[in-house]
């Protein structure tokens, strides 16, 4: 039997998710903004704190219908209250599994997921599952980092040393982190034919760009659930958890210091 798991890497520790609040689909969807239209019945998933979702709400609404999952009930929680605070509260929060989706067949003109199919064990059969209940015409749309592409200035051996653990604790987790260059190929083993593959990136390089970069990783490195799978994997000690966060926060401090993140965007027509 296939192993359809999901280890959400990351976690929900605050620190992930005060990068997870500062996304819009502007900045993280802008390769699909074009493709919405009022009316359309949208469906995102791994929503986390809403701030897309809401984005994605407005560009369909007021006649479109939304509804927005993620496996955190609590995390949910807090993506209901944004959006309640932006007016929308028409658009319905519920915890489930990308690859059992409780919708009939044909239920969305638009299924959106942002940075989850990275952590799938299969991501062929999520895939599968977000076309199925893609009404036809309608369309999938990813998009997902990819770890290996992504490059920095000054080069700091605790960064390298960062990247190199981060793709093993995704790895142990059943994840594949470079996956915004799989996209299509997965896409295309799911059943579409129809697709259009293209990129994206983030950049950070102003002073208040990197200190909040640098600082969220500083942090996550050593407090979040991808420091504890580092952990009890054996992959990492205390100490070397601790000297990659010295990196981030030197990376962070440098005036010269560059940071580029390339995700995979893919548009996968039914």
């Not at 990068?19 to 239209?37: F, G, K, T, V």
């Not at 895939?127 to 199925?132: F, G």
């Not at 500083?218 to 407090?223: D, F, I, L, Q, S």
């Amino acid at each position: 039997m296939t192993n359809r798991r999901i280890t959400y890497t990351h976690g929900h520790q605050d620190s992930v998710l005060r990068s997870h609040r500062s996304r819009s689909a502007a900045d993280s969807a802008a390769y699909l903004l074009p493709e919405l239209r009022p009316g359309m019945r949208l469906l995102d998933v791994g929503c986390g704190p809403g701030t897309i979702t809401v984005d994605l709400a407005e560009a369909v609404g007021p006649t479109g219908r939304v509804v927005a999952l993620d496996t955190s009930a609590e995390v949910l929680a807090e993506a209901a209250r944004y959006a309640a605070g932006r007016g929308l509260d028409a658009i319905a929060f519920e915890v489930a599994d990308v690859h059992r989706l409780p919708y009939a067949d044909g239920s969305f003109d638009v299924v959106h997921a942002h940075q989850v199919i990275q952590h799938l064990a299969d991501p062929v059969a999520a895939l599968r599952e977000m076309r199925r209940v893609t009404a036809p015409g309608g369309l999938v749309a990813v998009r997902d980092a990819d770890y290996a592409a992504m490059t920095w200035y000054p080069e700091l051996p605790e960064l390298d040393a960062w990247l190199a653990l981060y793709r093993r604790v995704a790895r142990a987790n059943g994840g594949e982190p470079d996956a915004g260059r799989r996209l299509a190929a997965w896409a295309r083993a799911a059943g579409f034919t129809d697709l259009v593959a293209g990129s994206g990136s983030w950049t950070f390089a102003t002073p208040e760009r990197r200190e909040w970069w640098g600082g969220l990783w500083a942090e996550r490195t050593e407090k979040s659930s991808t420091a504890a799978t580092a952990l009890a994997e054996g992959l990492a000690t205390p100490a070397e958890l601790a000297a990659i966060a010295d990196g981030w926060r030197r990376w962070a401090a440098d005036p010269d210091g560059w940071f580029a993140v390339l995700h995979g965007e893919l548009l996968a027509r039914r």
